[in-house]
Nanobody
């Protein structure tokens, strides 16, 4: 059974940085595209970044240029490096996985294609 566990969240001041980790177990990370999503209170879950099996990446407009996604298949871990954090980045951050149709398929951040989710890690950006 595939499992994902997020970590690395916390309280950070505006302008600060955090690195989130998503550890995958149960199956090899090689087979999966991984997405990062976030959900703030009262708002819908928002897809912010993803990385394909071949390492291609996507960033949503609010995070592009500030966040970087990467994967280390040997460590079964996907990272989300978050810099220049803003109060509006405050949310519960989730990683999720799906099996794309081909190795070189681009990843997507539509929640409907993802079928396994972690429990989330809270990020709070406040002074």
């Amino acid at each position: 059974q595939l499992q994902l566990v997020e970590s690395g969240g916390g309280l950070v001041q505006p302008g600060g940085s955090l690195r989130l980790s998503c550890v995958v177990s149960g199956f090899s990370l090689d087979f999966y595209a991984i997405g990062w999503f976030r959900q703030a209170p009262g708002k819908e879950r928002e897809g912010i970044s993803c990385i394909s099996r071949s390492g291609n990446t996507y960033y949503s407009r609010p995070v592009k240029g500030r966040f970087t996604i990467s994967r280390d298949n040997a460590k079964s871990t996907v990272y989300l490096e978050m810099n220049s954090l803003k109060p509006e980045d405050t949310a519960n951050y989730f990683c999720s996985a799906y099996v794309p149709p081909r190795l070189n398929s681009p990843c997507v951040v539509s929640p409907s294609v993802y079928d396994t989710w972690g429990q989330g890690t809270q990020v709070t950006v406040s002074s």
